[in-house]
């Protein structure tokens, strides 16, 4: 999580050890009863993540990940040619520059449904909003995206 919003292998390093950290000085407040130890951690790194974009007060950047960089590629039985490796990266390439025209608002609610897969009652959990905010988020995001792919095309 720490990379796909840095985009930097040792901040994302550094923020995912900070985390832990965290994470174990903070463990006697998790409340299961309040949701899974999964969302808790996630909700841990959010923070942490926040935190790190407050202190460099620099724009966030969601890096590429293993579901965006393979897409409709991610089922072939056979290695990808180098061609076909360097059309994956520039379809990933463009698609995070299409996530950083997005708020940090909707750009989170996006990466956290698209990329990380999580459910909406756990986003709504992380991020410590009403599900329907959540959808709202995640389409208004995906809008957007597809507005900007449209006025921007990659080039086959």
Known sequence: ?????????????????????KVYQNLSSFSPEV?????????????????????TRREKYVAGSEEIETLDFHERSQRPSPFD???LREKAEFLMKGLQTLTPELKEAVV?????????????????????????????????LAKWVKRNPLED
């Open 112 to 144: 956290l449904r698209d990329i990380e897969d999580l459910t909406y009652q756990e986003i709504a959990q992380i991020l410590e909003i009403p599900q329907g905010t959540v959808k709202s988020r995640i389409n208004r995001g995906r809008v957007e």
């Open 85 to 87: 490796n360097l059309y």
């Open 1 to 21: 999580m720490a990379y796909r919003y840095t985009g930097h292998f040792h901040t994302a390093e550094e923020l995912t050890q900070e985390i832990f950290l």
């Open 35 to 55: 949701g899974s130890l999964r969302n808790w951690i996630m909700r841990v790194g959010r923070n942490a993540v926040i935190d790190h974009y407050r202190a």
